[in-house]
Nanobody
Framework: QVQLVESGGGSVQAGGSLRLSCAAS?????MGWFRQAPGKEREGVAG????????YYADSVKGRFTISRDIAKNILYLEMNSLSPEDTAWYYC???????????????WGQGTQVTVSS
């Protein structure tokens, strides 16, 4: 039922930063970010849970990316720093309830936003 719309992607040089946003039509217990590079599986990046905002990160992005959300505005964010070409992918947000796993894979996706990191 929830509708999700990602934005903020673009092209950036290695070492640069981007902030992605995901606008949701309603509150969900958790929200998360996934990414998919050409020819590869879609992988979890980060998740955020409940009113307390408990977070979980993939090892590959820990210390570089920060997930947050504004519950009042139903907006999810992903701050990405120290970007490398390995981060090049389409980024998707998702939302769900309890029991969806560490990245909140609830089976609901936005349309995605493209991130390209050049060296």
């Amino acid at each position: 039922q929830v509708q999700l719309v990602e934005s903020g992607g673009g092209s950036v040089q290695a070492g640069g930063s981007l902030r992605l946003s995901c606008a949701a039509s309603e509150y969900n217990y958790c929200m998360g970010w996934f990414r998919q590079a050409p020819g590869k599986e879609r992988e979890g990046v980060a998740g955020i849970f409940g009113g307390a905002g408990t977070t979980y990160y993939a090892d590959s992005v820990k210390g570089r990316f920060t997930i947050s959300r504004d519950i009042a505005k139903n907006i999810l964010y992903l701050e990405m720093n120290s970007l490398s070409p390995e981060d090049t992918a389409w980024y998707y947000c998702t939302a769900g309830g309890r029991g969806t796993g560490p990245f909140c894979r609830g089976g609901i996706w936005g349309q995605g936003t493209q991130v390209t990191v050049s060296s």
